[in-house]
């Protein structure tokens, strides 16, 4: 312990030794670096805190999502510091005052990006804080610049989240009217060139009135007419074979011409007979089947009769009805050929065309398929254009957002940067702590003995002792004036040292 205390007693004395220079160096130490930091300007901080409430009662009704809503407010908070909108807080602000050029512009804006941050606290809460060190502003100016900087940050931050979704919407159905009056014309056009196709080649196409329903329908008339064209022709041989055997006249005998006998009762009955055919009587039916038996026996009588008998011939009423019938089923079958004729030169020509029909019906979908592409498009454009224009009115007519202030931008009273009053006291500090090392430095480089037994060690021989310094009465005045000197100095150190420090609370209090 004798030794460290012995130590501390050769270094203090070695210092106290050099106290001038270890003052000098303090003086010299304190007043650059108090000047270094009176050439720190003052930086001045104001902070806001917002917050942001999403009402999704009805928002989620039309579509409105809240969670959509909430990366539009984080894509507005990345974007919130985008050269232009650090544009307009420079001209918003006192910044404008200074700028004259493009180039100060941007630079102001530059300053503006790194001295502005914008944190998210929460989900719903922000917090935008802003600091003012403007070289050519006061402190009062700089502190009032930083509060209006964010003010103005506020501003554009709710103009982005209100204003930028009418803008956004507004553009949107903006866009989508241009893009529907595109799609309708060019679906009128689509629906010009299906009517035309259509008209053109009407009679090709498939469905209703195509070439294979046209065939089809023609082979079934055709079989049809086959079938009515044989039963006509069998029915026509049957009328000429039964034509074939009646007389055309028959014998009437004289002063009988009212009474009839069985020739002419036969020819009454043949008539009756045939009429009965004509109107559709089949043999099978009762009534022909009884005229037969009658006919049958009429004949038999008939041939009984004398020939002759002095009377006279009479046209035959029934050969008469069958040559009616005869030229009705002439006709009938004259007509039924001329349609079956008809009918199979059509299907020639139908067959002729029928080569065409798919490379026709291939188009006719191609034309079907790209008025439906656009009709489609056409009616989805529209379901977004209403579905949209619905959430702008939402959003506009209705709170789906409210922005409420919590903190509004505070006025600093104090800078932020930097901590002067710390800065100061370092600075003393370091001056005091580089003078005292400048002198024990100085001490150690110097070769000096402070003691005896210092001297000792140093040259190996035994010191027998020490002579004390003996000192006048007048070096002894010239030594207590040099004190004084020496302490008014180090006295008028912390003068300075408490004076700057006056003067920065009488600063603050200015910006106060």
């Given at each position: 312990m004798n030794s460290l205390y012995d130590e501390f007693r050769i270094a203090v004395h070695s210092v106290w030794n050099r106290r001038w220079l270890a003052l000098a160096v303090a003086w010299g130490l304190c007043l650059l670096g108090w000047l270094v930091v009176a050439l720190?300007?003052?930086?001045?901080?104001?902070?806001?805190?917002?917050?942001?409430?999403?009402?999704?009662?009805?928002?989620?009704?039309?579509?409105?999502?809240?969670?959509?809503?909430?990366?539009?407010?984080?894509?507005?908070?990345?974007?919130?510091?985008?050269?232009?909108?650090?544009?307009?807080?420079?001209?918003?602000?006192?910044?404008?005052?200074?700028?004259?050029?493009?180039?100060?512009?941007a630079g102001k804006v530059e300053m503006l990006r790194k001295s502005i941050q914008i944190k998210s606290e929460k989900d719903n809460l922000f917090e935008i804080?802003?600091?003012?060190?403007?070289?050519?502003?006061?402190?009062?100016?700089?502190?009032?610049?930083s509060r209006d900087i964010v003010q103005k940050m506020i501003d554009i931050f709710v103009e982005e989240n209100l204003s930028g979704d009418r803008d956004e919407t507004s553009q949107t159905i903006k866009f989508l009217d241009a893009q529907l009056a595109q799609r309708e014309k060019e679906l009128q056009e689509a629906e010009q060139k299906r009517v035309q196709f259509e008209t053109e080649n009407l009679g090709l196409l498939p469905g209703i009135g195509s070439i294979s329903q046209r065939m089809e329908a023609a082979r079934a008339e055709q079989s049809q007419i086959d079938s009515q064209l044989s039963q006509a022709s069998a029915s026509l041989a049957a009328l000429n074979g039964q034509l074939s055997g009646t007389p055309s006249s028959i014998a009437t005998p004289g002063g009988a011409a009212g009474g009839g006998g069985a020739r002419a009762q036969l020819s009454q009955a043949q008539s009756t007979l045939a009429s009965a055919r004509a109107r559709g009587w089949t043999d099978s039916h009762p009534d022909v089947v009884a005229m037969k038996n009658e006919i049958a026996a009429l004949r038999i009588q008939a041939a009984k009769e004398p020939a002759g008998g002095g009377g006279y011939r009479t046209p035959n009423p029934a050969y008469s009805s069958l040559q009616s019938m005869r030229a009705e089923r002439q006709a009938t079958v004259a007509a039924l050929q001329a349609r079956k004729n008809a009918l199979q030169a059509d299907m020639a020509q139908l067959a002729s065309k029928q080569t065409l029909e798919p490379g026709i019906a291939a188009e006719?979908?191609?034309?079907?398929?790209?008025?439906?592409?656009?009709?489609?498009?056409?009616?989805?454009?529209?379901?977004?254009?209403?579905?949209?224009?619905?959430?702008?009115?939402?959003?506009?007519?209705?709170?789906?957002?409210?922005?409420?202030?919590?903190?509004?931008?505070?006025?600093?009273?104090?800078?932020?940067?930097?901590?002067r009053p710390l800065l100061l006291a370092l600075v003393l500090f370091a001056g005091i702590g580089g003078g005292?090392?400048?002198?024990?430095?100085?001490?150690?480089?110097?070769?000096?003995?402070?003691?005896?037994?210092?001297?000792?060690?140093?040259?190996?021989?035994?010191?027998?002792?020490?002579?004390?310094?003996?000192?006048?009465?007048?070096?002894?005045a010239a030594r207590g004036r040099k004190l004084r000197i020496f302490y008014g100095t180090s006295g008028a150190l912390f003068g300075v040292f408490g004076m700057l420090m006056i003067v920065e609370f009488i600063q603050r209090g200015m910006v106060a």
């Open positions: 720190i300007p003052n930086s001045y901080e104001s902070k806001a805190r917002i917050s942001v409430e999403m009402q999704s009662i009805l928002s989620d009704k039309v579509g409105v999502d809240a969670r959509e809503r909430k990366k539009n407010m984080e894509r507005v908070q990345e974007t919130l510091a985008s050269t232009i909108n650090l544009e307009k807080v420079v001209r918003g602000t006192a910044l404008n005052e200074s700028v004259s050029s493009d180039r100060e512009l804080i802003a600091t003012s060190s403007a070289s050519n502003l006061s402190d009062a100016e700089n502190a009032v610049l006719m979908s191609r034309i079907n398929r790209d008025h439906e592409v656009l009709r489609d498009q056409y009616n989805k454009l529209l379901t977004d254009r209403e579905q949209i224009k619905l959430r702008g009115q939402v959003e506009s007519e209705t709170d789906s957002v409210k922005f409420r202030v919590i903190d509004p931008p505070s006025s600093p009273r104090s800078p932020a940067a930097p901590n005292i090392g400048t002198a024990f430095a100085m001490g150690h480089l110097q070769t000096s003995y402070p003691t005896a037994s210092k001297l000792e060690k140093a040259s190996g021989l035994p010191v027998i002792g020490s002579v004390s310094q003996v000192l006048t009465s007048v070096q002894r």
